[in-house]
């Protein structure tokens, strides 16, 4: 569970159609609805960079190779990195587009407060890989557009799932959700890094190994108390070592090791691993009373429907007869054609 150049020749998205419009085919578009109404391509390509950074920053993408040439893990099997980047790019803009009729329907608008958030945060992003969003031919009236989606979709779910929503979900149901997909762990982990960020060498990985072994034959065994080890990590943390007494998450049932986790009864221990760091983990009876319900049921809501609510939209617009999505610019800006290497990557330390 992954918890978790300058370019000689600059294209803004603004001379693209321009440019393009001459061969026949405008491509500045990613779909339209009517013939008023049209999300823009560079939007499709801006959600192509958006996807890269996060696969980058979970160490699954790197910045250092051809994005060609590299996979990611989708439901425990490998797809070639360009096809799935194009792929969500595409689910991206059906999805808005599915929004946009969404709204129309209910009655629903963003005021200018958000419209106004929106271009404040596509203004900030924009500017933080300018060079980057030129070169790969993303305006930042693009991103303006990804922000706007963000806020008009969250405003629709409300109203389709919220409480006072046409399809409310009830406490009971979400508590089943919880009991189903969540659980509570107290675990150490340990980065095969060493303080100064150097990698351990297979010896020092051998000898963590060894010690973590030894910590669940005594956790098992009752002669150490995991949760105090746990406490001592959690006080004694570094960049690369750290522990919790209480780690209450939602863990994806398709991946390995969050079906790991959830087959644990409580009181068990069990390891994980990946290249990178090593993790002892023992689960624990299930943390979210009704008070953890009430304060975080806006997240629990989001992460129990988006993904069912993201479907509905994009099936709303793959059936809209007045919608059309355009396929020449989808495949003339497929993410092998761009450029991402420059992107500013966070760097993310945390295997949860």
């Given at each position: 569970?992954?918890?978790?150049?300058?370019?000689?020749?600059?294209?803004?998205?603004?001379?693209?159609?321009?440019?393009l419009s001459a061969c026949g085919s405008d491509l500045s578009w990613a779909s339209r609805i009517g013939k008023d109404t049209t999300v823009p391509i560079g939007m499709y390509i801006y959600m192509q960079a958006a996807n890269f950074r996060t696969y980058a920053q979970n160490g699954l993408l790197t910045t250092t190779s051809s994005l060609e040439e590299q996979t990611v893990k989708v439901s425990d099997s490998d797809k070639k990195a360009t096809e799935h980047l194009d792929s969500e790019a595409v689910k991206a803009v059906k999805s808005y587009t599915g929004a946009l009729l969404l709204a129309k329907e209910m009655k629903i608008e963003l005021t200018e407060e958000e419209i106004a958030s929106a271009e404040s945060s596509a203004k900030q992003q924009y500017e933080t890989d300018k060079e980057v969003y030129e070169k790969n031919g993303v305006a930042q009236s693009s991103i303006t557009e990804y922000y706007k989606n963000l806020s008009l979709q969250n405003k629709l779910f409300t109203a389709v799932y919220g409480k006072d929503g046409t399809k409310p979900i009830s406490d009971k149901e979400l508590k089943q959700y919880i009991k189903e997909n969540y659980a509570t762990i107290s675990y150490i982990q340990q980065y095969y890094l060493n303080e100064d960020g150097s990698s351990m060498t297979d010896a020092q990985k051998a000898k963590i190994k060894k010690q973590y072994e030894k910590i669940k034959s005594q956790a098992e065994s009752g002669k150490l108390k995991f949760l105090d080890k746990c406490k001592d990590f959690e006080k004694n943390a570094?960049?690369?070592?750290?522990?919790?007494?209480?780690?209450?998450?939602?863990?994806?049932l398709t991946d390995e090791d969050g079906k790991k986790i959830m087959d644990l009864k409580p009181g068990e221990l069990t390891f994980l691993e990946t290249d990178s760091a090593i993790v002892l983990l023992q689960k624990q009876k299930i943390d979210y009373d009704d008070a953890g319900l009430k304060s975080g049921r806006e997240a629990l809501l989001i992460r129990y429907k988006f993904?069912?609510?993201?479907?509905?939209?994009?099936a709303k617009a793959k059936n809209d007869k007045s919608v059309s999505f355009n396929d020449d610019a989808f495949e003339k800006f497929g993410s092998a054609t761009r450029d991402f290497s420059n992107l500013s990557i966070p760097s993310n330390y945390n295997y949860y």
């Open positions: 569970m992954k918890i978790l150049k300058k370019a000689a020749a600059v294209i803004a998205a603004a001379s693209l159609a321009v440019s570094t960049s690369y070592k750290s522990g919790s007494t209480k780690y209450t998450s939602l863990w994806d993904d069912e609510f993201t479907k509905e939209l994009i």
